[in-house]
């Protein structure tokens, strides 16, 4: 099983990205996902999640910024991320907690 994290890059203080989670394995691994970042020189932190219910979780720090969704049939999580700050610079990881398993990260730069 594979997470892969795409979509990330440099983007200027307001503009917007798309990070894609794409799973391979079965469609249930995208039940329970999470997005992480790890900014430079500090620890992960956990920035949005969705569970099986649909319920959602973002950080103080992105909420009403970015949006989770998930498209079953491509078997993908995606991260909208709006109006985003040089703070959200990072490296944002997709992790899924149904296998447990991390994405091998994809760099985010916002430049003021």
């Known amino acids: 099983v594979r997470l892969v994290e795409s979509g990330g890059g440099l983007v200027q203080a307001g503009g917007s990205l798309r990070l894609s989670c794409t799973i391979s394995?079965?469609?249930?691994?995208?039940?329970?996902i999470a997005w992480y970042r790890q900014p430079p020189g500090k620890q992960r932190e956990l920035v949005a999640a969705?569970?099986?219910?649909?319920?959602?979780y973002f950080a103080s720090s992105v909420k009403g910024r970015f949006t989770i969704s998930r498209e079953y049939a491509k078997n993908t999580v995606y991260l909208q991320m709006n109006n985003l700050k040089p703070e959200d610079t990072a490296v944002y990881y997709c992790?899924?907690?149904?296998?447990?398993?991390w994405g091998q990260g994809t760099q985010v730069t916002v430049s003021s």
């Open positions: 992790y899924s907690g149904v296998l447990h398993t």
């Open positions: 394995g079965s469609t249930d691994s995208i039940d329970a």
């Open positions: 969705v569970n099986s219910a649909s319920s959602t």
